[in-house]
């Protein structure tokens, strides 16, 4: 299942630590308002190489976004382990993405992005000048690569959907995270942004070889973006199959549109919906 | 006229600030708000107008009702041998005390209670019982214990006016809490930097809310106050007048109150558009 992918090698070149996920039996049980006991993940394994982009998609409270917190370390498992580069959650850098607009109201644009490194200035006691000035540095550069250094002092309710999501992103990708954790970034955008900043988010973490864990609703967001397709079944969420796709990234705007897109994601809506794909056509294996 | 239109124009020149923050998507509305304006103006006037036909076409006995001319005069009058002044500083005197002890209370109380919630049950029954009782009647208790002098006017006004706050204030914690602390978990802020970069900016538009609900309310504590027992103040010069038919020195009570009230909330607005420019609550009306 452990794929060394092409994003992998990169990493490697480029001289970054990737770290890879790795989630043993979660089972995840919720006592609902009613006292009743749901049973939201049931025995997931999942094995997440350094740097692969995997893509989780589900019928609505299948628990993948309950997966993608659990290995942020924002929810604790029933049992099972969930490790990040061979740690526990919460000890290495993830950066996590909110599908709402989570951007503070009150802080710009450029104090939004720093927010992950103010903490560790203050932290490391007020911060050195140095560390104000990498901080600065850092931020400098993902406004510059998000494409919002020229809306740095705008406040957010001032900005689009899409750009307050690319400066989610960038407050996640801030503080260098080993793994990206993505819950329905996009869901709220228009189509033609959505498409935009699923372009953009393929360079963005290829750059620095960033492990990324994107939970969707849209099949064709995850054929498009990911290595790997994880489908997962309704509750109790158990993964159900697992497509590969086995096309370069970054990805192409022209494979965003092509046949051999559309086909996957026809097999992977096959599977959510039927649970079985009648058809086996190349692209997809599980 | 020109002294009818002030406070008029002064409100939307603030309004106006806050419009320009936001950027030049809402300039389309600035000719919409001159027009505002004009028509408030026009409305203010226009009643003042028919108010003082109505008492000259009619002549009403003087000691019912009496024309703005007629309250005009007083006014000169009253402002002529000090005695309006006196009542004024003294009254002004222990609105910003009362005023200022209710914020000082209730702003830390409030956020303690924001956002600890064991600090909230506790408190809770309490603020119900407190806040559900009519808090005048608190007033003759207050003066058994602190006289007649200004203490007891200042605590009258201060527990008048420290509910407002205070209830903004924890509503305003808790909702930032519900709405932004999964943020400030997930760049793994503690407890301590939630409550300092999150909770606090966060509900400073619910305590300036709750700050101006309190001022109306405080300055009704300075009127009540004067009502049990005072040897100056707008509310003696309020309770005096009437009592000696003296119905123009009446309404000029009234009117400096209400102008006072005025004032201060636009004061308030002004201070509030400085200190939240992100604020959603800056182009409110109330």
């Known amino acids: 299942m452990r794929a060394r992918t092409n994003a992998t090698a990169l990493a490697e070149d480029r001289g970054t630590t990737p770290g890879g996920v790795v989630v043993t039996g979660a089972v995840k049980d919720f006592v609902d308002p009613h006292g009743e006991l749901l049973h939201v993940l049931d025995d997931i394994d999942l094995d997440i190489a350094p740097g692969e982009f995997v893509a989780v998609v589900g019928p609505s409270g299948c628990g993948k976004t309950t997966l993608l917190r659990a290995i942020q370390g924002l929810e604790t ?5 969930v ?19 989570s951007l503070l109201p009150w802080k710009t644009v450029a104090r939004n992005v720093s927010f992950g490194l103010d903490l560790r200035v203050i932290r490391s006691g007020g911060g050195a000048g140095g560390d104000r000035a990498a901080r600065d540095e850092r ?16 406040y957010p309710r001032q900005l689009s959907g899409g750009m307050q999501q690319r400066a989610n992103l960038a407050r996640a990708l ?14 709220s955008l228009d189509a033609q942004t959505r498409e935009k900043l699923q372009r953009d988010l393929q360079r963005i973490v290829l750059q620095d070889g960033t492990t990324t864990v994107f939970v969707t609703h849209d099949i064709r ?5 990911a290595d790997r397709v994880v489908v997962m079944s309704a509750r109790p969420g158990r993964i159900a199959r697992v497509f590969r796709v086995d096309e370069p990234r970054p990805r192409s705007a022209e494979f965003q549109h092509s046949d051999r897109l559309a086909e996957l994601a026809r097999d992977i809506w096959t599977e959510l919906h039927d649970g079985g794909t009648p058809r086996d056509t190349g692209g997809a294996s599980t | 006229m020109a002294t009818t239109r002030k406070p008029i124009s002064f409100g939307a020149a603030i309004r106006g600030r806050g419009a320009r923050a936001e950027g030049a998507g809402r300039a389309v509305r600035a000719g919409g708000r001159g027009v505002k304006a004009r028509r408030g103006a026009i409305s203010i006037l226009g009643g003042l107008a028919l108010w003082e036909l109505a008492v000259r076409v009619l002549h009403p006995n003087p000691i019912q009702i009496v024309g703005p001319s007629a309250i005009a005069d007083a006014f000169v009058q009253l402002a002529g041998d000090g005695t309006l002044w006196r009542d004024f500083t003294v009254s002004m005197q222990q609105f910003a005390l009362g005023f200022l002890l209710a914020a000082a209370i209730a702003i830390p109380l409030g956020l303690v209670m924001g956002a600890s919630t064991r600090a909230y049950d506790y408190g809770d029954p309490w603020l119900t019982i407190l806040y559900t009782t009519p808090n005048v009647a608190l007033a003759p208790l207050f003066i058994i214990w602190l006289g007649f002098g200004n203490s007891s006017h200042v605590a009258i006004i201060a527990l008048v006016a420290v509910f407002p706050i205070l209830i903004n204030t924890i509503d305003g914690v808790r909702a930032v809490e519900a709405e932004w602390s999964e943020v400030g978990a997930a760049f793994r802020a503690n407890r301590r930097e939630v409550f300092a970069k999150i909770d606090l900016p966060g509900s400073l538009p619910y305590i300036f809310t709750g700050l101006r609900l309190a001022l109306a309310r405080a300055l009704v504590g300075v009127v009540v106050a004067d009502l049990f027992g005072a040897s100056a103040g707008l509310g003696y010069l309020l309770l005096n007048s009437a009592q000696a038919f003296k119905t123009a020195d009446v309404f000029v009570a009234v009117t400096v109150l209400a102008a006072l009230g005025v004032f201060l909330t636009a004061a308030l607005r002004y201070l509030q558009a400085r200190l939240t420019p992100w604020g959603p609550s800056n182009g409110s009306s109330r």
């Open chain 1, 83 to 101: 490790t990040v580069a061979g740690c526990p959650p919460g000890e290495i850098a993830t950066g996590f993405v909110f599908q709402r607009a």
């Open chain 1, 174 to 187: 801030a503080i260098d995270p080993v793994v990206l954790l993505m819950d329905e970034p996009f869901s």
């Open chain 1, 77 to 81: 498992l029933t049992t099972g382990t």
């Open chain 1, 221 to 225: 967001e995850a054929a498009f973006q």
């Open chain 1, 139 to 154: 931020v400098a550069e993902l406004l510059e690569l998000t494409g919002l250094a020229e809306f740095r002092d705008f």
